[in-house]
T-cell receptor, first 111, second 118 residues
Framework: QKEVEQDPGPLSVPEGAIVSLNCTYS??????FMWYRQYSRKGPELLMY????GNKEDGRFTAQVDKSSKYISLFIRDSQPSDSATYLC???????????FGTGTRLTIIP | DVKVTQSSRYLVKRTGEKVFLECVQD?????MFWYRQDPGLGLRLIYF???????EKGDIPEGYSVSREKKERFSLILESASTNQTSMYLC?????????????????FGSGTQLSVL
């Protein structure tokens, strides 16, 4: 079993819809949770960064962490075609100072 | 804006060749990383460096080496390329300044080098 599981998709939704992207994990030592966005033929860029359980909002993006269920989510409101990309979750076990990435979910927003 | 520049976008090499992948960052970051990205496997850490002339093995260092002679430059070396090293290689950097989090957090990535070994 992988430490971090992420549905690879692809996921296609119409413009304006709410998108939900998710990752599950097995390592209870993970404390820091990140979402990276990767456009085609580009490197990943950090989108959201959260610590421990709870929600964090940044514009149309909300990151949610539920440590009791070992489940994290990224919600995109009012989705735009420019949101079409691969979204990677990443987690850090602070003691190891090592990032573990999910495999990524490919998202397409249909105009 | 942080810029991480990888020397080649696409590279085709033959089995057994020595391959150099170069990465330069312009934000005076202390930490630099090399990852490879493969479908279904995600990003896997090959090597990282927290300082000049310092290097640490990541999760999959076999068949690779690195060099960091200057703070801004981190090179990945494939001593004898093999077909199973065909992959997308991504370089990243991060800051160790106070308030910037742990070294592995808030990575800035280059655009990647797609390496094909024939």
């Amino acid at each position: 079993q992988k430490e971090v599981e992420q549905d690879p998709g692809p996921l296609s939704v119409p413009e304006g819809a709410i998108v939900s992207l998710n990752c599950t994990y097995s390592n209870s030592a993970f404390q820091y949770f990140m979402w990276y966005r990767q456009y085609s033929r580009k490197g990943p860029e950090l989108l959201m960064y959260t610590y421990s359980s709870g929600n964090k909002e940044d514009g149309r993006f909300t990151a949610q962490v539920d440590k009791s269920s070992k489940y994290i989510s990224l919600f995109i409101r009012d989705s735009q075609p420019s949101d079409s990309a691969t979204y990677l979750c990443a987690m850090e076990d602070f003691g190891n100072e090592k990032l573990t990435f999910g495999t990524g979910t490919r998202l397409t927003i249909i105009p | 804006d942080v810029k991480v520049t990888q020397s080649s976008r696409y590279l085709v090499k033959r089995t057994g060749e020595k391959v150099f992948l170069e990465c330069v960052q312009d934000m005076d970051h202390e930490n630099m990383f090399w990852y490879r990205q493969d479908p279904g496997l995600g990003l896997r850490l090959i090597y990282f460096s927290y300082d000049v002339k310092m290097k640490e093995k990541g999760d999959i260092p076999e068949g690779y080496s690195v060099s960091r002679e200057k703070k801004e430059r981190f090179s990945l070396i494939l001593e004898s390329a093999s077909t199973n090293q065909t992959s997308m290689y991504l370089c990243a950097s991060s800051s160790s300044e106070p308030g910037q989090g742990a070294p592995n957090e808030k990575l800035f990535f280059g655009s990647g080098t797609q390496l094909s070994v024939l």
